[in-house]
């Protein structure tokens, strides 16, 4: 990893500079469009339990799932900031059933985003963050979103901890900054890398008698130094965003396989698992739903959900060896 600069060096960077100068002024107004409303979500998370935003809103979303009232104020504020930017032809929302389309003349692209992943912890003060992918406009919405999530133009999300940190990838590498006491996110690492190998698996391990057995041996195999003779450790902290930024720093894996009832997982692909995959394979890393690359799934609906496995690339790789021997000794049988 190159440490960029820091505080009290000469060069201060932001988000918009970096894009601007990496991947166009377009590119950095939706960016710059997503660090203000980062911004204003860090602040309302930091001062949650002084202004009652602690707590369910007292509706379902799409997904079934209780909202949050800080995850309907993310949605509104993300919608709005990117309502306001000419290029931006519309959005896709975790939040929100269909896409909402803002009608701006030749705009380039669609930001699709989950607004607050991990929002159940909000009530416990625990870490939660915004995961968002930006794909090129091309003839309608859905169809531009739905294409295989190889052909995003950026992706990358922003981690609301002790301090709140925005990480992307336009394409080229991934940098990560940091947000300052005069509110802008600064460039503090460039060229992040992901370790080859790492300390940590993180999955919920109160799911494993209804993995399929390839991902239960996985895990033996794991816990009994089968790789490389590693003895791993566990941290789960059940926030994508948190679980996958500690992976991408320090290495390891996270899965979150299918289960008997969720046969396609729990985790979303457009908005959670294709921005996290193109992170980490710019930084080094790996992603697959079980046989195959993420960013070569082809999604067949905009909220369609996928297994994830994501990290270092020895322990992806290891995983997905063998989830191809077992579908392959399973069709022998057959
Ligand atoms: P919430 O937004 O409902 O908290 O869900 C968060 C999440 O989608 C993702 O951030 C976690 O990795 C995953 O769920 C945790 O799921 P389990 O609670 O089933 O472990």
């Known amino acids: 990893?190159?440490?960029?600069?820091?505080?009290?060096?000469?060069?201060?960077?932001?988000?918009?500079?970096?894009v601007a100068a990496s991947a166009g002024a377009e590119l950095a107004e939706v960016f710059g469009a997503i660090a203000r409303a980062g911004r204003q979500i860090e602040r309302k998370i930091r001062l949650a339990g002084l202004s009652d935003l602690y707590g369910a809103y007292g509706a379902v979303n799409v997904q079934g799932e209780q909202q949050q009232k800080l995850d309907v104020f993310a949605?509104?504020?993300?919608?709005?900031?990117l309502r306001g930017v000419a290029c931006v032809a519309a959005i896709v929302s975790e939040e929100d059933e269909a896409p909402v389309v803002f009608g701006h003349a030749d705009a380039a692209f669609v930001v699709v985003f989950d607004p607050l992943d991990g929002s159940s912890n909000i009530d416990v003060n625990v870490?939660?963050?915004?995961?968002?992918?930006?794909?090129?406009?091309?003839?309608?919405?859905?169809?531009?979103v739905m294409k295989p999530g190889r052909e995003q133009v950026a992706a990358g999300y922003v981690l609301y901890g002790p301090s709140a940190v925005m990480v992307l990838t336009t394409g080229a590498g991934v940098a990560a900054f940091t947000l300052g006491e005069d509110?802008?996110?600064?460039?503090?690492?460039?060229?992040?890398?992901?370790p080859k190998q790492g300390p940590y698996y993180s999955a919920n391990e109160a799911n494993v008698a209804s993995w399929p057995a390839v991902y239960r041996e996985y895990l033996q195999m794991l816990?009994?130094?089968g790789l490389g003779g590693r003895r791993?450790?566990?941290r789960y902290i059940g926030s994508l965003v948190a679980d996958f930024h500690r992976t991408l720093l320090k290495g390891g894996v996270f899965l979150y396989p299918p289960t008997e009832k969720a046969l396609k997982g729990k985790l979303r692909l457009?908005?959670?698992?294709?921005?996290?995959?193109?992170?980490a394979e710019q930084a080094g890393g790996a992603a697959v739903d079980?046989?195959?690359?993420?960013?070569?799934?082809?999604?067949?609906?905009?909220?369609?959900?996928t297994p994830l496995v994501i990290g270092s690339r020895c322990e992806v790789a290891a995983l997905q060896k063998a989830v191809v021997a077992a579908l392959s000794a399973t069709m022998e049988e057959e």
């Open 270 to 279: 457009l908005y959670e698992a294709s921005p996290l995959a193109m992170i």
């Open 290 to 305: 079980g046989a195959g690359r993420i960013l070569e799934v082809q999604a067949e609906g905009i909220h369609e959900r």
């Open 183 to 194: 509110e802008r996110f600064v460039l503090t690492a460039e060229g992040l890398r992901m």
């Open 223 to 225: 816990l009994g130094g």
């Open 75 to 81: 949605n509104d504020l993300l919608t709005e900031e």
């Open 127 to 144: 870490n939660v963050g915004t995961i968002f992918s930006v794909v090129k406009m091309e003839g309608e919405v859905v169809a531009s």
């Open 232 to 234: 791993y450790g566990a």
């Open 1 to 18: 990893m190159t440490k960029a600069m820091t505080m009290t060096g000469t060069k201060i960077v932001t988000i918009e500079e970096y």
